[in-house]
């Protein structure tokens, strides 16, 4: 089945997901039986503890934020043809890059110049990295999924060493706060946000999802990009380099995951934490199949990782909040799984209709 | 003494990786992609200390641990093969299942969430004091069905791949499955047998980290599979290059640790050689690793 036919059916675009999150539902049902509680009561404190109040409102925000950005990150990949499994390594990187920035300035630059130069270094910092397998997979056509996954080891080691050598502060494993470039929170205009970390990058993650639509669909180059990603062969004769559309695709993928960083670093503690991605590079490739790797369905489903990732903390007094890891893969597993079945069913379908 | 217990310990250190990147050899030979050795061994290692835990033997850990491990491989045969799904997607995904349902159940079971109980394992020669370093406490640490099992393990791959139909077979769709196919060679049944062996075989490896340490630790394997991985991928999916990786690997993490005081290299750095390696054989600089034509692709 032809990417083109996955993604032009309504079909499978709304059936799959639906499929895979009703999986999801009956294999924590049977997770929260045997701890022996309520599945209806855990997941009324479920979306109590995320959409019921401002507070939790705001966490779903701020982790949607950084979903957003690494869900665009695979996305991007997706749509020339490559698996980024390296969102992990470019959202550290671009989050270190960031508050390198910060630091870089000095005090009382005002935001509307540091801010920027924090996100460009953002970009810059993860796109370095997206650069590497892009440009390996286009000069000897290395796999890049192996190579993001080792350069994620890489880079997060290398960032650990940075700090642990150089950088951190005391016994923490951060860096010290940032002179300028600090995004106001969402409290500061909507009080009842109080507490939460969601901010200013949220505008950001919002229009740079539009810009990436924008891209795609309206440009030149990402009509190149979705060519190479469609039939590769056919591109190339149709007079695009595709080595160079792998490479440009890998190094704005890796671009938009460093740009996550500003979410975390500008935006909620000021400083570049060892550690601070957290899974969120990882969970991009799942915001990315459930989105349907569109720029519009990518801040939906980061808006859901976000509600699962925030909901277990939500529920954590009655079930482990390791429940919700359980079930986020889970759905990933059943996106994988229904997307070619529900085809498959469908076009077994038509047959029988037409015949 | 000093180049007996590096020698011991790098073999230790290898074990796991050995293991795993048996089952990696195995199952990416067939065309199935080996990103989930890590989860694999995760679930094999929590089900080991189980066993071993609730039936005092580490016979019945191990039995548990293969069971479990297995039955992730199977999850993954069911998805990739009679699915069709991608299998990098489900691959990534396994390996986030199997941290969550292990923390989950680490939960339910011992009510933590960092670690089990100590729990049996295989050591049959306990020593105290001075004793306990001397060398043949080191010696006596390798007599350890999972250490052998470890030095077997590689080679055993290489014999069957090369001399046994299934092996033959096992190459055949991880080339060509059209041609396999065409002589009558269901691809997909091949590709089952072959990952539900590379489960076991990867299994191993998990409990072997739980039964050495006496314990299971949340995500204890800490990304040892896919040095594991990286040990198939440098090795040219040869098993016997695949071996002398994963040595190699071994071998720089022990040297790491033993000189450890002198601060000659940072820790993180050797921890980048087995992943800077892997990318720059991918690269080709020094011997192109060129993987098996069919790798990833479902049978059609």
Request: aromatic share 8%; with cysteine.
């Amino acid at each position: 089945m032809s990417a083109r036919a996955a993604e032009g059916s309504l079909a499978t675009t709304w059936l799959a997901p639906l499929v895979a999150l009703l999986i999801a539902a009956i294999v924590g049902d049977i997770l929260i039986l045997s701890f022996g509680q309520a599945p209806g009561e855990v997941y009324r404190l479920l979306i109590e503890g995320t959409w019921g109040n401002a507070y939790g409102l705001g966490q779903v925000l701020y982790k949607a934020t950084t979903l957003t950005f690494t869900g665009l990150a695979v996305a991007l990949g997706l749509r020339a043809g490559l698996f980024n499994i390296g969102a992990e390594g470019q959202l550290a990187a671009g989050g270190f890059a960031a508050a390198m920035a910060g630091l870089l300035l000095p005090a009382g630059v005002p935001a509307i110049l540091a801010v920027p130069f924090c996100m460009v270094a953002a970009a810059a910092g993860g796109g370095v990295v997206g650069a590497v397998p892009g440009a390996l997979k286009a000069r000897f056509g290395a796999s890049e999924v192996i190579v993001t996954i080792m350069l994620n080891f890489v880079v997060l080691a290398l960032l650990n060493w940075i700090v642990a050598a150089n950088l951190h502060v005391g016994e923490s494993l951060h860096t010290p706060t940032i002179n300028a470039g600090a995004l106001p929170r969402l409290s500061e205009v909507a009080p009842g946000f109080h507490g939460s970390a969601a901010n200013a990058t949220i505008i950001l993650a919002i229009a740079t999802a539009a810009a990436v639509g924008w891209f795609l669909f309206r440009t030149r180059a990402g009509y190149d990009l979705r060519a190479t990603g469609l039939q590769p062969d056919a591109a190339e004769y149709g007079g695009i380099n595709v080595g160079r559309e792998h490479f440009r695709a890998m190094t704005m993928a890796g671009a938009l995951a460093g740009l996550g960083g500003v979410n975390f670093v500008l935006g909620y503690k000021q400083y570049y934490e060892e550690g601070f991605a957290a899974g969120a590079g990882f969970l991009g490739i799942a915001v990315a199949l459930v989105g349907r790797n569109h720029p519009a369905g990518v801040p939906l489903a980061a808006l859901l990782f976000a509600t699962i990732s925030q909901g277990g903390l939500a529920v954590n007094a009655i079930v482990p909040k390791q429940m919700v890891e359980v079930l986020t893969a889970v759905v990933i597993i059943a996106v994988a799984v229904t997307v070619p079945e529900v085809q498959r069913l469908l076009a077994s379908t038509a047959r029988r209709v037409t015949s | 003494m000093i180049i007996l217990a590096f020698l011991v310990q790098t073999l230790r250190i290898a074990t796991p990786y050995l293991l795993a990147a048996s089952g990696g050899v195995l199952s990416e030979r067939a065309g199935i992609i080996a990103l989930t050795l890590e989860g694999w061994m995760l679930t094999s290692a929590f089900c080991a200390a189980v066993g071993s835990f609730y039936a005092q033997s580490p016979w019945v850990g191990l039995l548990c641990g293969v069971a479990g491990g297995t039955a992730a491989a199977a999850l993954h045969a069911l998805a990739s093969i009679r699915y069709r799904a991608n299998q990098v997607v489900v691959g990534i995904a396994i390996n986030l299942l199997a941290i969550g349902v292990t923390r989950f159940f680490l939960r339910l079971a011992f009510d933590s969430s960092s670690n089990s109980p100590r729990v049996p394992g295989f050591d049959w020669y306990v020593a105290s004091g001075d004793a306990a370093s001397g060398p043949v406490a080191l010696l006596a640490s390798l007599v350890n069905p999972l250490v052998i099992a470890g030095i077997v393990a590689l080679p055993a791959v290489a014999w069957v791949l090369a001399n046994l139909r299934f092996g033959l077979r096992v190459r055949a769709v991880g080339e060509k499955p059209e041609a396999a196919e065409s002589l009558g060679v269901s691809p997909a049944r091949v590709r089952w047998a072959a990952v539900l062996a590379a489960g076991a075989l990867t299994s191993l490896g998990g409990v072997y980290l739980a039964l050495d340490q006496h314990q299971f630790t949340d995500n204890m394997t800490a990304g040892r599979g896919f040095i594991a991985l990286a040990a198939a991928i440098f090795g040219n999916w040869r098993p016997t290059r695949v071996a002398v990786a994963c040595v190699l690997f071994a071998a720089a993490e022990t040297f790491q640790i033993q000189l450890q005081g002198l601060q000659l290299i940072p820790s993180q750095f050797v921890e980048m050689i087995p992943y800077v390696l892997t990318i720059v054989a991918l690269a080709g600089v020094v011997g192109r690793a060129v993987p098996p034509a069919a790798l990833g692709k479902p049978i059609g």
